[in-house]
């Protein structure tokens, strides 16, 4: 385990942030560091997970419904969940973490953007779609509707764990397309 400590760019204390990281393996992840910012003067906190390993990248398909609901769902921080049926996606940004969770988790998270969506929604055409959207995945949840979630991880730190759940490598091109979350400087 290491310990810095440091100002604080919160509060501009001087040498009050404490930084602590260690590392370790995980199943599925590999190696990884868990970090932690901590100001004993204003309280600023801040955890990041971050895999040190590079795997090959991956795309997972898998056809869900109410008896998938508990397949085990492993997603890194760089890794973009879909469910093309209803039109939904979520790529990773720079404060994207990764989560172990299942099927209806995801579910449960897409459904609560939509939810969140429709109620910042000004437009009442937005309104309408998301109300559509979340009535698909109440159907999805109830076992009446049929979609296959998409697990896409250029890294390949993400795994969908179901025997039914199809992967292959990503090709240049689709990960060329992804997000990662990470911010890059390219030289001219």
Known sequence: MNN???????????????????TEKIPYFGEIMESTLLC???????????CLEQKEPVKYTLK???????????????ATL???ELGLKVEPGPKSQGYVSNVEGVINRFESAVA????????KQIQENALKILEKIEELKTGNEIATLVLEDPFGHSIIVDNDAKHRKLTE???NELNTGFMTIENE
Do not use: F
């Open 116 to 123: 969140t969506a429709m109620e910042w929604a000004e437009e």
């Open 64 to 78: 869900i419904n109410k008896d998938k609901l508990n397949t085990r769902i492993v997603k890194s921080q760089s």
């Open 173 to 175: 091109e689709e990960i």
């Open 82 to 84: 879909s469910i093309p």
């Open 40 to 50: 004993s003067d204003c309280g600023y906190k801040h955890s990041d997970t971050i």
């Open 4 to 22: 810095i400590t440091t100002d604080c760019p919160v509060c501009r204390g001087k040498n009050t942030l404490n930084m602590t990281s260690k």
